[in-house]
Nanobody
């Protein structure tokens, strides 16, 4: 089983930047072509929503429309770490951000949180106006 630990959250003003990290332990990035790592977020009173995902190969990335052009997901295989660079942050980006891992997820359903097998404990991101 893989363990995921997020870090990098905090308080930032609107327009600022943060970089979240997700360190994976217990297994290396899966070699399966359909494996992926993703970021989700959950604001108070709202459901957990998809933010971004990256294939273990690093070839393909996926983003929610609300973060396209502002957030960038990347991974470092040597460090078994996935990053989420968040720029031009808005107050509506305020949420707890979770890292997740999936062994087998198709591109068409990569936003579906039920398909992710392992989850981190989350890190709080607060954007002030």
């Amino acid at each position: 089983q893989v363990q995921l630990v997020e870090s990098g959250g905090g308080l930032v003003q609107a327009g600022g930047s943060l970089r979240l990290s997700c360190a994976a332990s217990g297994r290396m990035f899966s070699r399966y072509s359909r494996s992926a790592m993703g970021w989700f977020r959950q604001a108070p009173g709202k459901e957990r929503e998809f933010v971004a995902a990256i294939r273990s190969s690093g070839v393909s990335t996926y983003y929610a429309d609300s973060v396209k052009g502002r957030f960038t997901i990347s991974r470092d295989i040597a460090k078994t770490t996935v990053y989420l660079q968040m720029n031009s942050l808005k107050p509506e980006d305020t949420a707890v951000y979770y890292c997740a891992a999936a062994d087998n997820v198709r591109s068409e359903t990569i936003e579906r949180r039920s398909l992710y097998d392992s989850w981190g404990q989350g890190t709080q991101v607060t954007v002030s106006s």
